[in-house]
């Protein structure tokens, strides 16, 4: 996200009664169990509870496969979040609880993978003070939260750095090269200088080959880890051509992979369209977004690059008044892009980060609730086709208490019951993809019919 733009109960629990889009608790756990028990079409060690799903013991590494996430051999599609802050919270007790209470919380409505940074470049509780000078302290704060995300069995999309200078990024890293004498003059520099290069890289081989000091496991060996993200929202506005920001893509990619061949990676890109495909410039939000020196299609044909990542966020590309256009875009703009996915890239794409801001004019929670169904469907719309929409991340997931982070997107559940709810159900939908029936099933088994009654019930 650009710089400037509870403990939740079951909803099983306690034989309280809720409601989900108009079918009540019963009839819901009954359309679970039912599609559980008539669609068992591959084995499974897996039990939906409604909401929840308990996994065995095995931990193993997500893996791609043609344009889909697979673990075991199964699919896996994301249903997930972002809280960014993770490690610098974990790195004061005061405030460390906070890191397992929204990990407990995501869990217990079927969240799955949390995007968090695995940076902060020479600010305040920096995790890097000055290049490769780490404080252990703080890398410590980062083990927990790897371990505590194992426990919760959710998996980590770790990124790197930042375009943006909230805690350090680029701008970071040119202030440390003019600290040493170097002669830079803009922070995209960062991308082209090789001393700058160097300095990113040694941060890369400092993370992966980490040792978690609470499990023992090499960062680079953990399944914990999903994935590892380039930088976030890159961005190299010197230089519209794309060129720039290719190039370090380019070398950025292949140096994690030569370190860490295990895990995924992807670049943390916004998916804008860029010069090299100027018939998708209409899918942009704006003008601008073509000059931003990002190429959707272009960036992600690197070798290395395992997925592609995209973000939506129509109130500060489009407008920040809220109207029905920013729905349209929204769905014009993930099709646009599951389509390049598909007939382009051969790679799944996740919809990295999405939301609305409480501070925008004429914001209420039905709109937030209209969005994210709207993300919803769209991706379910793909799954059931088999197709790249491989899941999608919440910007962003706060505990109760921590009001003082919020951009204006934070979501608490506690707060937020219509909001849980979607999100419970989207879960339990994905839950089902993903365990109910074996990868070489594709759905063509004679159960269809009776499973998609539930996962396309229509809930708006």
Not at 26 to 52: H, K, P, W
Not at 75 to 83: A, E, K, Q
Not at 342 to 367: C, H, I, Q, R, W
Not at 403 to 430: C, E
């Given at each position: 996200?650009?710089?400037?733009?509870?403990?939740?109960?079951?909803?099983?629990?306690?034989?309280?009664?809720?409601?989900?889009?108009?079918?009540?608790?019963?009839?819901?756990?009954?359309?679970?169990?039912?599609?559980?028990?008539?669609?068992?079409?591959?084995?499974?060690?897996?039990?939906?509870?409604?909401?929840?799903?308990?996994?065995?013991?095995?931990?193993?590494?997500?893996?791609?496969?043609?344009?889909?996430?697979?673990?075991?051999?199964?699919?896996?599609?994301?249903?997930?979040?972002?809280?960014?802050?993770?490690?610098?919270?974990?790195?004061?007790?005061?405030?460390?609880?906070?890191?397992?209470?929204?990990?407990?919380?995501?869990?217990?409505?079927?969240?799955?993978?949390?995007?968090?940074?695995?940076?902060?470049?020479?600010?305040?509780?920096?995790?890097?003070?000055?290049?490769?000078?780490?404080?252990?302290?703080?890398?410590?704060?980062?083990?927990?939260?790897?371990?505590?995300?194992?426990?919760?069995?959710?998996?980590?999309?770790?990124?790197?750095?930042?375009?943006?200078?909230?805690?350090?990024?680029?701008?970071?890293?040119?202030?440390?090269?003019?600290?040493?004498?170097?002669?830079?003059?803009?922070?995209?520099?960062?991308?082209?200088?090789?001393?700058?290069?160097?300095?990113?890289?040694?941060?890369?081989?400092?993370?992966?080959?980490?040792?978690?000091?609470?499990?023992?496991?090499?960062y680079k060996n953990d399944p914990t880890i999903f994935a590892w993200e380039l930088m976030n929202e890159p961005r190299c506005t010197t230089d519209a051509s794309g060129n720039t920001l290719q190039?370090?893509?380019?070398?950025?990619?292949?140096?994690?992979?030569?370190?860490?061949?295990?895990?995924?990676?992807?670049?943390?890109?916004?998916?804008?369209?860029?010069?090299?495909?100027?018939?998708?410039?209409?899918?942009?939000?704006?003008?601008?977004?073509?000059?931003?020196?990002?190429?959707?299609?272009?960036?992600?044909?690197?070798?290395?690059?395992?997925?592609?990542?995209?973000?939506?966020?129509?109130?500060?590309?489009?407008?920040?008044t809220i109207s029905d256009a920013h729905i349209q875009f929204t769905k014009s703009w993930m099709e646009a892009h599951i389509e390049d996915a598909e007939k382009y890239l051969g790679m799944p794409?996740?919809?990295?980060?999405?939301?609305?801001?409480?501070?925008?004019?004429?914001?209420?929670?039905?709109?937030?609730?209209?969005?994210?169904?709207?993300?919803?469907?769209?991706?379910?719309?793909?799954?059931?086709?088999?197709?790249?929409?491989?899941?999608?991340?919440?910007?962003?997931?706060?505990?109760?208490?921590?009001?003082?982070?919020?951009?204006?997107?934070?979501?608490?559940?506690?707060?937020?019951?219509?909001?849980?709810?979607?999100?419970?159900?989207?879960?339990?939908?994905?839950?089902?993809?993903?365990?109910?029936?074996?990868?070489?099933?594709?759905?063509?088994?004679?159960?269809?019919?009776?499973?998609?009654?539930?996962?396309?019930?229509?809930?708006?």
């Amino acid at each position: 996200m650009d710089e400037n733009r509870i403990k939740v109960s079951s909803l099983q629990s306690d034989n309280s009664s809720w409601n989900v889009f108009g079918v009540e608790n019963e009839q819901f756990e009954s359309m679970v169990e039912g599609a559980e028990n008539d669609l068992s079409c591959g084995s499974t060690s897996s039990r939906i509870y409604g909401l929840q799903v308990k996994d065995d013991d095995d931990w193993p590494m997500v893996e791609k496969k043609g344009n889909q996430f697979l673990v075991n051999g199964q699919p896996f599609y994301v249903n997930g979040f972002n809280t960014y802050w993770l490690m610098v919270f974990a790195a004061d007790q005061s405030t460390r609880g906070k890191v397992s209470e929204v990990f407990q919380q995501a869990s217990s409505v079927g969240l799955t993978v949390c995007r968090t940074w695995a940076f902060n470049d020479g600010q305040w509780r920096a995790l890097q003070k000055s290049p490769s000078v780490y404080d252990e302290e703080v890398f410590q704060a980062l083990d927990f939260v790897v371990s505590e995300a194992k426990k919760y069995k959710i998996r980590l999309i770790l990124t790197l750095t930042n375009n943006w200078e909230a805690y350090g990024g680029k701008s970071q890293y040119v202030k440390w090269g003019k600290a040493a004498g170097l002669n830079l003059t803009s922070d995209d520099e960062f991308f082209s200088h090789p001393t700058l290069r160097s300095y990113y890289k040694a941060h890369v081989k400092a993370v992966l080959n980490r040792v978690n000091t609470f499990t023992n496991i090499t960062y680079k060996n953990d399944p914990t880890i999903f994935a590892w993200e380039l930088m976030n929202e890159p961005r190299c506005t010197t230089d519209a051509s794309g060129n720039t920001l290719q190039s370090w893509i380019q070398e950025m990619a292949v140096y994690v992979k030569s370190l860490d061949a295990k895990h995924l990676v992807e670049i943390g890109l916004e998916g804008f369209y860029g010069p090299s495909t100027p018939d998708r410039a209409q899918f942009n939000p704006n003008s601008y977004a073509t000059q931003v020196g990002t190429d959707f299609i272009r960036n992600h044909q690197v070798l290395g690059v395992d997925f592609a990542s995209v973000h939506i966020y129509a109130d500060s590309w489009i407008s920040p008044t809220i109207s029905d256009a920013h729905i349209q875009f929204t769905k014009s703009w993930m099709e646009a892009h599951i389509e390049d996915a598909e007939k382009y890239l051969g790679m799944p794409v996740v919809f990295a980060e999405f939301g609305v801001s409480t501070k925008d004019p004429g914001y209420n929670s039905s709109y937030r609730d209209t969005l994210i169904n709207t993300v919803y469907k769209t991706l379910l719309n793909s799954t059931k086709n088999g197709g790249s929409g491989a899941g999608s991340l919440l910007w962003q997931l706060f505990p109760d208490g921590t009001d003082y982070m919020d951009d204006g997107y934070a979501i608490v559940l506690s707060k937020s019951p219509s909001t849980s709810n979607i999100i419970s159900l989207h879960s339990t939908r994905v839950a089902i993809f993903n365990h109910l029936c074996s990868w070489k099933c594709r759905w063509g088994c004679k159960k269809r019919n009776s499973l998609e009654a539930f996962l396309y019930h229509d809930d708006l």
